[in-house]
């Protein structure tokens, strides 16, 4: 898959924009390939997930990929306290952000009927406080 997933990328940085890959799960193994091919970033980060161990990814990775979520949405964001979701999103700042970057977002591209509401805005509103602070 690596050189059809190349001309991806190729053709977007042709197109002078940023170019990121969306693959669910334990996915440690090709981050070394996505970076030689050019992958700006990487979608989601499933902390849950073998391998995905967020102070791992950064100082493996971190000034070569941005990585894109980390909030987990298996069972932090549906069973969570706002406190909770509040306390994860400042450490998923602090051990991700160093390096090459890291876009706050849940673990998965979904936001469910099941998140809270309380939760999903606890989510946004402390990355952004927090975020804007420089952690």
Known sequence: MKPYLKRFVDLGKSA????ML???????EIIPDLIEIGMDA??????????????????D??????FHGGIDHQHLLPFGTPDEVR??????IDVMAPGGG?????SHDLMLAE?????????YDEGYTYGSIGG
């Open 16 to 19: 002078g924009l940023k170019t």
């Open 22 to 28: 969306h693959s669910c799960g334990g996915v440690r």
């Open 42 to 59: 990487l979608n989601p980060v499933q902390v849950r997930a073998k391998g995905m161990e967020p102070a791992g990814l950064t100082r």
């Open 61 to 66: 990775f971190g000034d070569r990929i941005c």
């Open 87 to 92: 306390a994860e999103v400042r450490r998923m």
């Open 102 to 106: 890291y876009c706050l977002a849940p």
């Open 115 to 123: 998140f809270p509401t309380d939760n999903i805005l606890a989510m």
